[in-house]
Structures are given as structure tokens and as C-alpha cells.
């Protein structure tokens, strides 16, 4: 089992800057990846960011340029810094983790969520 503990979240005016941060815990040894997704009311959860082990990214096209993924490698931790905030970014965020297990000939994957962290971004 994997525990995701999230942080960051709160209130910013349009154009300012928050920091999301989640800390993996438990059996985190063969996490593949890990990343931020987003749902806004009435509105489907969507991916905003992944990084995987190879340091991969992955980006929804409305925060590139924005929004930046990092990894601490030492504390399973994974940042968001979100730059240039819009009204529109305005969600609860969730960290994800994807870890395999099972033998290699059978390897398989599971995800894990974290409980939510609000960014609200005024006009």
C-alpha cells in the first residue's frame, strides 16, 4: 500500500503562484510514477502533470509553460509549482502514484490518490 499525503493548496488572485507538494509513503518502492490531476465542479477528473521514473513529463496543454513537475528523490515527495494562475485552474487537486507489482512475466500497476487539496484562483 501506498499513503499520499498532499499539501499547498489555498486562495491566490489571478496571476500569482502556489506550490503543491505530495509525499509518498509505505511500500514505495516500485512506484512508476507519480503526478497531479485536477477536477473542477461538474467536471471530469483530467491529468495536469505526471513524472515518471525515467523523469518522463507529461503536461495538459493548457499549463504548459505554467506549471512545473518535480521529484525529491530521497522522500518520494513531487511538487507542482503552478505560475501565472487562472480563474479556470480553480479545482481540487490530487496526487497520484502508479505502482507495479507482481513477477516481472506478470507485472501489473495500481493507483493510489491522495484526499484532495483546494486551489482557488480569484478574477
Known amino acids: 500500500q501506498v499513503q499520499l499525503a498532499e499539501s499547498g493548496g489555498g486562495l491566490v488572485q489571478a496571476g500569482g503562484s502556489l506550490r503543491l507538494s505530495c509525499v509518498a509513503s509505505g511500500s514505495t518502492r516500485r512506484i512508476k510514477s507519480m503526478g497531479w490531476y485536477r477536477q473542477a465542479p461538474g467536471k471530469q477528473r483530467e491529468l495536469v502533470a505526471t513524472?515518471?521514473?525515467?523523469?518522463?513529463?507529461d503536461y495538459l496543454e493548457s499549463v504548459k509553460g505554467r506549471f512545473t513537475i518535480s521529484r525529491a528523490y530521497a522522500r518520494n515527495t513531487v511538487h507542482l509549482q503552478m505560475n501565472s494562475l487562472k480563474p479556470e485552474d480553480t479545482a481540487v487537486y490530487y496526487c497520484?502514484?502508479?505502482?507495479?507489482?507482481?513477477?516481472?512475466?506478470?507485472?501489473?500497476?495500481?493507483?493510489?490518490w491522495g484526499q484532495g487539496t483546494q486551489v482557488t484562483v480569484s478574477e
Open positions: 497520484n502514484a502508479v505502482r507495479s507489482y507482481g513477477p516481472v512475466e506478470e507485472i501489473r500497476y495500481e493507483d493510489y
Open positions: 513524472l515518471t521514473s525515467a523523469d518522463n513529463t
